[in-house]
Structure formats: C-alpha cells, structure tokens
C-alpha cells in the first residue's frame, strides 16, 4: 500500500470528517476504550461544520492518504496561533487514524508517521516545545517522543467531561524557557486578548 503525507487542502473536508467520526467512534467502552459512550455519541452528533472547524481553524493539519484510493485514514496538526508564537510552545492537535489502520493493524504504524512529521514541522517553526493532553490509555504513545507529564495540570476532557487528561510536553530544543509552565494557561490567556487565534 502505497501512502502520502501530505498538507490539509481544500477538498480534504469528506475524508477528514470519515476520519473523525471513525476515530473517535473507536474509542466507545465496549471496545475496552476509556471514553463513555455516550460522550462520544455526543461529540459524533457534531455537524460536519463543527468537525472541521474544531480540526482546521488555527491549526497545521496533516493527513495520510491512501495513494491508490485516495482516502484520507489519519490527521495530526500542531496549533499555529499567534499565542503559540508568542510563547514560543505549540499544541498537539488532531491526531486520529481510522480503526483499521491503527496499532500497526498495516504494519505501519501511521500514528508515529504524523507524530513525527508534527514534530519536524514544530521545529521548522521554532517552537522550542509541543504540549498537549492524552488520556491515561495513550500516554505511553506520546512517552516514545520523551513527552514528559506534569500531573499539576491535568484537566478534564473538553469533549468527555468524565475522561481525566495527563498533560505531556516533548522538548524540541533546549530553552532557559522550558521551565516555564505557562502552556497549562494558554487558552485562558488567549480570552484576555482581543484575537480568538490560538
């Protein structure tokens, strides 16, 4: 099977909403995920609108496409707001691989394929770190990049209110900066200022 990484384009917005819908559909308890049903039964009632502001406004997004086919089976993106620039730390956003091509079931592993890419793209920036939120169940997957969890700042999920998330930094280059936590805030701070860019 021939694949392409490549930029989100217009046009991509069928194949990322698939993309979404079947990711997160993967997550329901009855499949031994840590998401409750009816959270994800919620998020899934999204309008296609929805999914793909909440995916492409303010955000780096990737996808990998399948060459042959032309259908998209995973996204990953970084924020891209001026805040992030500002702080000099970017957020993970966005990373799902439909069900099927998940942990290997290809033998690629196509989620380490869009971390990687997310993390070279950060560095091309010159965000000298990625911070983000995992569940408990995924945290080892972010832990193979040297994330590094900080369980002060933990929050619950937006979108599953009852789902804890561990916050996690990966460390792209040394800065007398990195000590800083202020990526917890990042959101609060961007309320303060007059552009929702984040």
Not at 48 to 55: L, R, V, Y
Not at 63 to 77: A, C, D, F, K
Request: charge should be positive.
């Amino acid at each position: 099977m021939d694949i392409q990484l490549r930029e989100y384009r217009p046009g991509d917005e069928k194949g990322v909403i698939k993309v979404f819908k079947d990711a997160n559909n993967s997550r329901r308890v009855s499949r031994g995920k840590d998401h409750p049903d009816e959270e994800v039964d919620r998020m899934l009632n999204w309008s296609d609108e929805e999914i793909i502001s909440f995916m492409v406004d303010g955000n780096y997004l990737l996808v990998v496409e399948v060459e042959e086919s032309g259908e998209i089976i995973g996204t990953g993106g970084i924020s891209t707001g001026w805040t992030n620039f500002l702080l000099g730390s970017t957020l993970s956003r966005n990373h799902f691989v439909k069900e099927a091509y998940q942990k290997n079931k290809r033998g690629i592993s196509f989620g380490k394929m869009l971390r990687e890419a997310t993390i070279s793209k950060a560095s091309s920036l010159g965000f000298r770190k990625i911070f983000g939120y995992s569940a408990a169940s995924a945290i080892g997957f972010h832990k193979k990049f040297n994330a590094k969890t900080y369980p002060k700042y933990n929050k619950k999920s937006p979108i599953c209110k009852s789902v804890e998330l561990l916050y996690y930094e990966i460390e792209l280059y040394p800065s007398v900066w990195n000590g800083l936590r202020i990526e917890p805030y990042i959101h609060k701070i961007s309320k303060l200022l007059p552009s929702k860019d984040i």
